[in-house]
């Protein structure tokens, strides 16, 4: 048997109330590029149809979705589904799942100010993981969405490095 071997990240995909709200939000706030704009995908037996069948059942009748891109060529869908709703508490970190995502922006303050300018939220004050010994900062902030977003100072390796905290 073979030893695995780290995979790359291809993509996140979110799920939005409003795709052209947030494709401003992320290219204005985290400088995201554009790959493909909004657009419509609609149940049919199109190949595109055909696969978000097999993901979603049938019945799923139609979305929107663009595509972005990272600075590092890490993907972001963003899916706006009709009649999607709001959870009421977003924050539901007990149950497993998927409950952030993470950039990394040696502005930390600068970044969390931006997002709560542009109609999100700081959820918490910058903390420092190694305070008076190394530099590595981090904060969860929020999208207008509710979708929770870590931003870290370093890298994720470099902040991890030292094996405790």
Known sequence: MTKPYPRS???IGLSVPDVDKAVAFYTEVLGWY??????????????IGQMCTDVFGKGWGSFKIAHLATSDKVGVEIFEFPGNETPENNFEFWKTGIFHFCVQDPDIEGLAEKIVAHGGKQRM?????????????MVYCED?????????THSYE???SQGAY
Do not use: A, C, Q
């Open 125 to 137: 004050p910058i903390r420092e993981y190694y305070p008076n010994e190394k530099p590595f900062k």
């Open 144 to 152: 207008p969405f509710g979708n929770l977003i870590e931003i870290y």
């Open 9 to 11: 990240f291809s993509h």
């Open 158 to 160: 470099l902040t991890y």
């Open 34 to 47: 554009v790959i493909m704009e909004p657009s419509e995908i609609i149940e049919d037996d199109s190949p």
